[in-house]
């Protein structure tokens, strides 16, 4: 018979403290945020110009990423490497849609509605950031306690998978 | 904390995919002819039949009104350019090139443009918006096909034609904001004809001595379909040369006068036409119609956009003559093994029907604006045309910076009735620009200082600006309401390279025209028309 779950079992748990041989890596982990959201901060504007739910979108992303990186620094607990973990995969989503389908929002509110309807091209910029996220995922991953830890992996890899069947199937 | 090898394999899968998935798509937009067919599967030059775009005939016809009501569905196709092959298109009506529409003038033309494109191109993963110009009629602003007046797939437009203008050979085509080369390039492009009661009167030739030919080029991936190549956004150049969306035809004439209505309608490619013969072209006609004088040449220069009537009288040749229509590439092409072909004329019988074989000495000598004098300019404007950080400029102003400002800002603002000189200038060395004014016809005052060239003696709506040249236009602005200037290199016009003007309404009047986004498309279903 399976034993019952308790509470305090079924919440994430991040080791929050530094391990032996992974003391870098939180300091690593908050440079890595602060460069995506330096990235993101630095582009909004030209963004906005272009349509303002852009613009809103790559400063809320900046902010939330400046913000992990100084939490991630100081204040480095589970829910923040939670969010942090999953912001970041989400971030990382949306940035794939943009280079792969695009998006499609109502023309007519957009100044320059093509930008909006196509894939953009991949740019050194926005490569630059996306590897850094994709680093900062990988960091926050290895500070999940086993069981939590091939969960998110599970989870990370079946998003892989779904995206590549996706593309394949022509629906992105 | 180190992670296991399982759960590294999942994390680089995932990561893989987020770089992967989006460089492989950027790449493949970018595909620069690594696909690309051999050569030696290409057709040969002149070994396939000409043909002539169908005509489309009105849906409904509303006599009370003078007004014909045209249904066109923008839609995909296919057609065996390549033998054995099927190369995936575009077509209005699903025709390449589209059906011609012949209308009288004065009668009024509903044209219902229906995109039931598929959500995404096909290779480049855009959303084919359309916006449909039919260009050389002064249509208002709402209907003249400006560039982000897009209709997305799933919706449609009722475009409205005055057909107020003298009879010329229009086209209609593509217009969307930043895809009209890839969309004119599916195939999204046509021809439309206008008559007059001076047109039906001279002694030309008419019906079907009268030839539409619509000239092109493309590149082809192996497996027949486009090959998208914009050279780093400065042109596409293709290697095979399509007469009417056939390459390198052959056409059968008789021994007699034929005229041909030539829209160069190539996405960054311009020619220079001449006869293997050494015989001249007798060109009658420009963009704007029929010139005063005919103007016969050996050969002449032939930029995207622009349309030139040309008559070649084939009765100098005997029967069984084959006469080749060649192209000797301005500068500033990509030229390929036999794009300095481009159709074949078999000369091959004596059948000739006497009636409109006549190039008469005057055609049309009391066009309006070919009577336009520089004097009567209230004044004169400059247009540079220039790269500036990447981007094809109009004095420094690009699209981009039009859609800033609301669509508000304009380069110019003549007055309703307002005769104006533009000085437009292309300082580079390494570009030419047809440059399109809409709305307006215009004639040519001159060239780096020199008369127009004898070809360009007639009402024009583009003119060829070749590197270092500087040319100036003389422009009666009538209407109201904003209008493109931009470049016919149609991959300069998508990145950026495109202004508005407005006309305002004459002193004394408040009446502004309509704005071109008054009127938006409509979603399907389709209401009556």
């Known amino acids: 018979m399976r034993a019952a779950r308790t509470r305090s079992d079924a919440r994430v748990h991040f080791d929050e403290g530094p391990a032996p041989g992974t003391s870098a890596q939180l300091p690593f982990a908050s440079a890595l945020s602060l460069l995506a959201g330096g990235i993101h901060a630095g582009i909004a504007g030209e963004h906005l110009a272009l349509w303002w739910v852009y613009g809103v979108f790559f400063l809320v992303v900046a902010a939330a990423q400046a913000i992990c990186g100084v939490l991630l620094a100081w204040h480095a607990t589970s829910p923040v490497l939670f969010l942090g ?3 970041n995969v989400t971030v990382i989503g949306v940035y794939v849609w943009s280079r792969v389908s695009g998006f499609v929002p109502p023309a007519a509110e957009a100044a320059e509605p093509a930008h909006l309807g196509g894939p953009e091209t991949v740019g050194l910029l926005d490569l630059t950031a996306l590897l850094a996220e994709l680093a900062l995922v990988a960091v926050l991953v290895t500070r999940l306690d086993a069981r939590w830890r091939r969960g998110t992996t599970n989870a990370l890899f079946a998003l892989a998978l779904l995206a590549v069947g996706l593309r394949l199937s022509g629906s992105l | 904390m180190l992670l296991a090898r399982r759960d590294m394999f999942k994390l680089g899968a995932f990561g893989a995919a987020a770089v992967m998935l989006p460089l492989e798509r950027t790449l493949g937009a970018s595909s620069s002819g690594s696909n690309r067919i051999k050569s030696s599967r290409l057709p040969g030059p002149f070994t396939v039949p000409f043909a002539i775009p169908s005509i489309l005939r009105p849906y409904r016809q509303d006599e009370t009104s003078g007004t014909d009501y045209y249904r066109v569905y923008m839609q995909p196709t296919t057609a065996e350019i390549i033998p054995g092959l099927r190369t995936p298109l575009w077509g209005y009506n699903g025709e390449v090139p589209g059906p011609t529409v012949k209308v009288r003038q004065g009668r009024k033309v509903v044209m219902r443009q229906v995109n039931i494109l598929p959500a995404r191109h096909p290779v ?8 449909v110009h039919l260009h050389g009629s002064p249509s208002l602003p709402q209907y003249d096909g400006y560039a982000s007046d897009v209709t997305n797939p799933g919706q449609y437009k009722d475009y409205r034609y005055p057909n107020t203008q003298t009879a010329r050979t229009l086209w209609y085509h593509d217009h969307g904001v930043h895809h009209t080369a890839e969309n004119v390039l599916m195939g999204l492009a046509a021809q439309y004809h206008s008559t007059d009661p ?8 008419h019906g079907r ?16 379909s486009l090959l998208f190549d914009n050279h780093s956004e400065s042109g596409m150049y293709g290697d095979v040369i399509l007469v009417n969306g056939r390459p390198w035809p052959v056409m059968k004439v008789s021994r007699r006068k034929y005229r041909f209505r030539i829209l160069n309608a190539s996405i960054s490619r311009s020619y220079n036409w001449s006869l293997d013969s ?11 119609g029929l010139m005063p004088h005919p103007q016969p040449v050996t050969s002449f220069r032939h930029g995207m956009a622009e349309r030139y009537e040309v008559v070649i009288d084939f009765a100098k040749y005997p029967v069984g003559r084959r006469v080749t229509l060649t192209n000797a590439s301005p500068p500033n092409n990509i030229g390929y093994d036999n794009t300095d072909k481009v159709m074949a004329f078999d000369v091959v019988g004596d059948d000739v029907d006497p009636a409109d074989n006549v190039v008469p000495d005057v055609l049309m000598p009391d066009n309006p604006v070919m009577l336009l004098r520089p004097q009567e300019a209230v004044r004169t404007r400059k247009f540079d045309l220039v790269r500036q950080h990447g981007k094809w400029t109009i004095n420094g102003t690009s699209w981009a910076d039009i859609a800033a400002s609301g669509f508000t800002r304009v380069e110019a603002d003549p007055r309703d009735g307002d005769v104006e000189i533009w000085t437009i200038r ?16 215009f004639r040519i005052l001159d060239r780096n200082g020199a008369p127009a060239m004898p070809h360009e003696q007639g009402p024009k709506d583009v003119v060829y600006v070749g590197e270092k040249e500087t040319v100036r236009i003389l422009a009666r602005f009538e209407g109201r309401g904003r209008y493109m200037i931009h470049c016919h290199n149609l991959v300069h016009e998508d990145h950026d390279m495109m202004t508005q003007f407005e006309v305002l309404p004459p002193v004394g009047s408040q009446v502004r025209g309509e704005s071109p986004l008054d009127e938006p ?7 009556e028309l």
Do not use: K, Q, R
Request: with cysteine; proline share 10%.
């Open chain 1, 85 to 87: 973990l999953w912001g």
């Open chain 2, 124 to 131: 480049l993963g855009y959303t084919p918006w359309t916006s």
């Open chain 2, 198 to 205: 001076n047109e039906a009167a001279l002694p030309i030739p």
């Open chain 2, 209 to 224: 001595f009268d030839v539409p030919l619509i000239v092109s080029d493309a590149m082809f991936n192996s497996d027949g």
């Open chain 2, 278 to 288: 050494g015989e001249p072209l007798t060109v009658i006609g420009t963009d704007g």
């Open chain 2, 426 to 441: 292309n300082d580079s060395g390494g570009w030419f620009h047809p440059t399109h004014v809409h709305l307006i016809d």
């Open chain 2, 521 to 527: 498309c409509t979603a399907l279903p389709e209401a």
